[in-house]
């Protein structure tokens, strides 16, 4: 199946620091990509839909403006949580779809994001 | 989003056993219903997926069956091992304004040797 490698696997950085995540799709194009948020033991949260070339769109109750998400090119999307605080600390998970329309998701192995 | 409803939330099952976890759907938009693996600490992975023209899968020791009329669909693992301890999500997606996939709550299997 198709690779979509997410990177870093783990991030522990102080309160009020910026983190970026990134998200590549390796063998094919994506001009939609996911990012989700997982709580232990609890279902996936989707955060945000990114495409190519536009912006994202964001999931009511998700701060666009603290979870900045840039998708600069078919293979490439990027996640800064800005201005982290505790109540960040999560997991994070981004995928692309291969089928274009949400179908055949490949996911990325998650960021598991600590603010101390 | 339209809400996916999946149970059980956990299963334990001895290993050789035959663990079903069932999702229901609403949205007679959706038209692709995967079913998705995660390990801890991993990201989830496609295990096999579904559309409503055919009324069951088989991927290996996997099969989904699917019932368009009661717009129910449930996953069976054939002869279960420990290693198939996982959480499972189901999913549901299709084309027009319902494409974004909408996922379970996710069921927590533990295989016990």
């Known amino acids: 199946g198709a690779v979509v490698s997410q990177h870093p696997s783990w991030v522990i950085c102080k309160s009020g620091t910026s983190v970026k995540i990134e998200c590549r799709s390796l063998?094919?194009?994506?001009?939609?990509m996911f990012w989700y948020r997982q709580f232990p033991k609890q279902s996936l949260m989707l955060m945000a839909t990114s495409n190519e070339g536009s912006k994202a769109t964001y999931e009511q109750g998700v701060e666009k403006d603290k979870f900045l998400i840039n998708h600069a090119s078919l293979t490439l999307s990027t996640l800064t949580v800005t201005s982290a605080h505790p109540e960040d600390s999560s997991f994070y998970i981004c995928?692309?779809?291969?089928?274009?329309?949400?179908?055949?998701?490949?996911f990325g192995s998650g960021t598991q994001l600590s603010v101390l | 989003q339209q809400q996916v409803k999946q149970s059980p939330q956990s299963l334990i099952v001895q290993k050789g056993g035959i663990p079903i976890i069932n999702c229901a759907y609403e949205?007679?938009?959706?038209?692709?219903f995967p079913w998705y693996q995660q390990f801890p600490g991993k990201g989830p992975a496609l295990l096999i997926a579904?559309?409503?023209?055919?009324s069951e899968k088989k991927e290996g020791r996997f099969t989904i069956s699917f019932n368009k009329s009661a717009k129910q669909f449930s996953l069976h693992i054939m002869d279960s091992q420990p290693g198939d301890s996982a959480t499972y999500f189901c999913a549901a997606s299709g084309s027009g304004g319902s494409y974004i996939p909408t996922f379970g709550r996710g069921t927590s299997l533990i295989v016990h040797p």
């Open positions: 579904i559309r409503p023209d055919v």
């Open positions: 995928s692309a779809s291969q089928g274009g329309m949400g179908e055949k998701l490949f």
């Open positions: 949205n007679t938009a959706f038209d692709y």
């Open positions: 063998d094919f194009q994506a001009t939609t």
